[in-house]
């Protein structure tokens, strides 16, 4: 019986028995991989890893494989993951398939239901590699498939809250991965850097609505201890990286340990250039601090504005004012940092006029080649789980859940509003295959407005802006969930 045993272990930690998945996330090599890849090397096994998002699916990969883990950080990412648990499942019938990551909590009944045999969310790394140790350890890994006890994973049998344990984090390992180069560039003057991504920390302290982090973390947040931080860094210098990404949730969750981190990159790497994504709330209380992260390097930071409407704000708990919104754009750029909002342009509170607003907005604050397109045909998003499902403002929009796509859908109580949506959406996914200028876009969706919200006096011409212009800084993909 221990030979058997024993066999079983080898067998688990061959090449290619753990196969790691991403399908999506941002254009960035994911980190999703790297750290769990860290935690598994260290335990002893050899895991594989591929990332659908910038190479095929592997039969072989599948077939070879006892485990493997699929991350669904975000929503995206959770749908093309169902495709691929499926195609793992054509040809690995007995092969474990555990979903993790945020959507892997958010939609844990579907996913054990239908496609998965466990679930993984939030601090998953110390997790995951129990939970691939204690199928090595069964005597009969197929049976015990459904049904291994770990705490922190949801099975078939026992559903699991997410962990929100600090782990002591390792240095993810990128060994494996596809190179830099198959992912988003800077683009900055006309010339394309690569660009490599990192965290600094994990979670977030605040509780927006419509945010799947908060369903998850519940107002936590854990710094990554600067010297990981770094010596990823330095791994992504070392594979050519000129530019990189802090791909937290938001860096200023943690305004001194993110001046730390950003200190010691410059200090080391005096040439690389960093971009961050911070709140607008975050940004307006460390105005200060912009000075410096543009002298640093900071070549854009991305923040979720979403709106002007002060209605909007208020039921998303957004935290922050138009007010505050329109000085933060202005401070970003005193420091010299161009500011990339990122909007959630349909909401079932927003009304024709502050469509309007948001689009005067981007162009008298000249921020039409730093919005990008699609983000103008953003819709809120609804998830199972979602705090928003508990809202009063919500429930007369709210209608039925869509299993299969993983979410809520709502109506909007004015159909144009509705209408004008897949217009806008249809015209940045036109501009976007055949690399239109962004003015030539904006004018579009602003004559699309105004003919379907029927404000024909609002329809403008494109603005006055010079085709070989100057663009600020920014990744070749659009930042959007």
Known sequence: MAGQESKVNNSWKAHGATLLISCYELGRQPIALASPLAFLRRAGYAPTALD????????EKAAGALFAGISVPMHTALRLGIEAA??????NPDCHICF??????????YLLENEADSVIGSEVEETLAELVGALAASRDPASARGSVDVPGAGTRKAQAAPNLKKIP??????????????YAHLLRDGVHLLAGSVEASRGCKHLCLHCPIPPVYGGRFFAVPPEIVMEDIRALAALGARHITFADPDFLNGPGHAMRVARALHDEYPSLTFDFTAKVEHLAKNEGLLKELGEMGCAFIVTALESLSEIVLENLDKGHTREEAIRVVRACRAAGISIRPSLLAFTPWTK???YFELLDFVEELELIDEVDPVQFAIRLLV???SDLLGRESMQPFIGEMDPENFIHRWSHPDPRMDRLHEETLAIAEDAAGKSEDPAETFARIRAAAAATLERPDRAGAAPALAPDRLRPPKLTESWFC
Do not use: I, Q, W
């Open 383 to 385: 998830p199972p789980g």
């Open 100 to 109: 993790y990551g945020l959507y892997a909590n958010l939609n844990a009944d």
């Open 169 to 182: 984090l390792l240095t993810p390992r990128r060994e494996g991965l596809p190179p830099l180069d198959t």
């Open 352 to 354: 024709s006029d502050d």
């Open 52 to 59: 659908l998002a910038v190479e095929p699916f592997s039969p």
């Open 86 to 91: 499926r195609r793992v499942r054509d040809v």
